[in-house]
């Protein structure tokens, strides 16, 4: 007898799926920076002054304002000519209005050179500058010819660094290169540059008290002019009149405290106390000319006549 096989098992069911895991939360984006501003460009002009052809000469690297208190300066002096100078005579000058300041100073902060130093209260008198600063070296201290001194950096500045107004400084002309507003001497010798004028501000004329031209009046208390008025307390002119206090001319009148001609009056003292008149008239008798004069003087009132012929 043959047995019967075994049923078949059932197939085993899958397990179940797992859940989908939840997403994380999306994080939110930064915020977009914003973009720096663009510097302005601050290049100085460029001198117009030519390089000196020979001898000593000032090259600015920097001048400019710094804080509204400070003018900063980059100097360099140069020697272009072939002799060895010995700068211990040499001095450089910046000139500038003290304006408000009451104590200037001139700090070097840097300088290539040794034995640099300066100083800034030294006054001048014109219009267009009353102080400068004067930046020496020391003794033993040469330049050799074609070199240069190097970087002479320094600020000029009130000790209690008071605002300061470059704008009507003599030497503040903020353009790269040579500068003939600062100057070098040698001893008592300019030997570059061109310091500040002592002519006076505006245009017009001189005097004493007064004013001068030509064509126009000058005075010493008073005034004078080619074809116009002269006087010590008076008047004067070519065809005009002048006096000490009166009045002259010729064809005209003149006094000491009176008037006087030729052809005209005198009196000392007034009209009346004396007086002259003279007159000049010519005749002919039988083709012969004479002249005659005729005077008459006043004395207090007492009248007399002379006549020449």
Known sequence: MTAKGGSTGLVGGGGSTGLAGVGGVLGNGGVVGTGGSTAAATTAAASTVAAPTSGLGIRVEKLMVDGGNTVSTNLTLVNSGTDTVDLSTVKVRYYYTIDAWTNPVFDIDYSQLSGATATANNKIDFPSANRYVEIGFGTGTTLAGGGATGAINGRLHDLSYSAVNATNDYSFVPALGYSDKITVYAG????????????????????AGGESSLGGASSAGG????????????????????????????GGASSAGGASSAGGASSAGGS???????????????????????????????TASASTS
């Open 223 to 250: 005034a004078s002019s080619a074809g116009g008025a002269s006087s010590a307390g008076g008047a004067s002119s070519a065809g005009g009149a002048s006096s000490a206090g009166g009045a002259s001319s010729a």
């Open 272 to 302: 009346s106390d004396m007086s002259t008149s003279t007159t000049v008239t010519s005749t002919s008798v039988g083709g012969t000319s004479a002249a005659e004069t005729s005077a008459t003087t006043s004395l207090g009132g007492t």
């Open 188 to 207: 008592a010798n300019l030997v570059w540059g061109v310091p500040p004028s002592n002519e006076p501000v505006g245009t017009g004329g001189t005097g």
